[in-house]
């Protein structure tokens, strides 16, 4: 009698076991789900893939290009030494939209001194546009450069519906192992504040409002550089926000157009629209992230090139970012000569933002279409 209980009892227990060893066998499996879906390494990978519709855009320097030519003058580079951990002398410039960017639209909001090397900004204020506060002559309460910034930045984002962050609000954002270094010298953020000031007032009016009414709106953090010297800046996004971070020690200007558009590019897609044909615009036989420059416009500046730079290879979203860069630029490239592979991809990019952004009229000729 005491024996069948006995096993009674164990078989009782082992009925426990089997149903606990399942439900850790059921756990496990969805943890190689999620695992499978994780964040990817943002320094070995140009593109996150998707993860619960976020995703991470991370632009770095394109070093094969032919780093020749002209800065665009709304891109003079400030940089703030203070906190950087990297030697600044070391750092490589991104490359230049082309060649020919020697004319600048909006020279009244930003310098007009051209500098092509992006390293002699941490050594020389040249670049730099001191505020110097007015004179009390009668009594009239000072202000400081810092309330002058946070002032010019209220204004901005009132203008244009983003949020705009810099300094110690800065601090510690970091995107996967991408660490990022404050800008805490007030004339550096004036500086910055009026490329970016010059950058926003290029797109239509009410387009970064529209998106912010949409569901997405836009945080832009101006920091000084990342841990990795090569990185230029990044685009975090989702459907219901997207954090831009621009690193000041390149080209400001270019890094901003390539990282707004990965913001459009997510409100496009939101509201439906795709680039089913996009890679069909390509040479045959073409794979994304296999470089060849012979394709590139920056290594060749052939009229017929099938991309803009190196970079633009990577895959079909920094492809249309690239693209964008080269749209937004003050001159004309070549690549964007009506028929060629780069104007084919500009006129689908602008066909699709005309088709999905009300403030963007088909009828009337946008800043990133005067060449098409």
């Known amino acids: 009698m005491r024996s069948i209980r006995r096993r009674r009892l164990i078989q009782y227990y082992a009925k426990i076991l089997v149903v606990v060893a399942f439900t850790f066998v059921l756990y496990g499996f969805f943890l190689y789900l999620y695992d ?29 290009s032919d780093n020749s030519g002209s800065v665009d003058n709304t891109s003079n580079p400030t940089t703030d030494t203070t906190n950087q951990t990297s030697d600044n002398n070391n750092t490589k410039s991104k490359p230049k939209n082309n060649s020919n960017n020697t004319n600048n639209t909006n020279s009244s909001n930003t310098n007009n001194n051209t500098n092509n090397n992006t390293n002699n900004s941490t050594n020389s204020n ?30 901005l984002q009132n203008k244009y519906s983003v949020t705009i962050k810099y300094g110690s609000e800065t601090e510690g954002y970091s995107v996967g192992n991408v660490n990022s270094y404050p800008i805490y010298d007030g004339n550096v953020i004036s500086n910055v504040l ?76 939101k509201r439906g629209a795709d680039f089913n044909t996009w890679d069909t615009l390509n040479p045959e036989g073409f794979v994304w992230n296999s470089i060849n420059p012979e394709l590139s416009y920056t ?19 920094e ?27 500009a006129k689908l990019m602008a066909d699709k933002i005309d088709l999905i952004l009300n403030t963007v009229r088909p009828d009337a000729v946008e800043y990133w279409e005067r060449f098409l």
């Open 299 to 317: 290594n060749t500046y052939s009229p017929y090139a099938s991309f803009v730079n190196n970079y633009a290879q990577t895959s079909a979203g």
């Open 126 to 155: 040249s670049n730099q546009v001191v505020v110097n506060p007015p004179q009390d002559n009668n009594n009239e309460k000072v202000l400081t450069i810092d309330e002058i910034n946070n002032n010019r930045r209220v204004e």
């Open 36 to 64: 499978s879906n994780k964040v990817l390494n943002p320094i070995d990978d140009f593109e996150q893939e998707e993860v619960d519709n976020e995703s991470t855009n991370i632009t770095t320097v394109d070093e094969i």
């Open 194 to 269: 009026q490329q970016l000031d010059a950058c926003l007032a290029l797109y239509p009016s009410g387009l970064f409002r529209e998106i912010r009414d949409g569901g997405i709106p836009l945080t832009i953090l101006l920091v000084s550089n990342y841990n990795d010297n090569l990185i230029t800046g990044i685009t975090v996004s989702n459907n219901f926000s997207a954090t831009i971070s621009i690193a000041s020690a390149y080209p400001f200007g270019e890094s901003f157009y390539h990282e707004s558009y990965h913001y459009i590019e997510r409100y496009l897609f």
């Open 319 to 345: 492809d249309r970012a690239s693209t964008f860069e080269y749209m937004m630029a003050s001159s004309k490239a070549s690549c964007l000569n009506n028929g060629g592979t780069v104007w084919r991809k």
